[in-house]
């Protein structure tokens, strides 16, 4: 199966998720974040980065209760802006 390539807005997204993320993460480590919310710390990583703009959702979930935040909020944030 042929996953169809990202679009520019859709990185960006993916990059502003990541920022979020990050910012929301502050001091605590990425490794205490990601076995809090489940997932490995190489998928934090790679989602803070831009590495994987479109992580599963329940991952994106895991993290944002973790941190404190909304899905409502996430979306608000990273959603796409049109052009």
Known sequence: MVRTPLT???RERGERLGRLLREARGG???AEVAAEAGVSAETLRKIE???APTPAF???AA????LGLSMDELVARCALVAA
């Not at 993290?63 to 973790?66: E, H, T």
């Open 8 to 10: 520019p807005a859709e």
């Open 28 to 30: 605590r480590s990425m």
């Open 58 to 60: 329940f991952t994106v």
């Open 63 to 66: 993290l944002a209760a973790v």
């Open 49 to 51: 980065t831009g590495r």
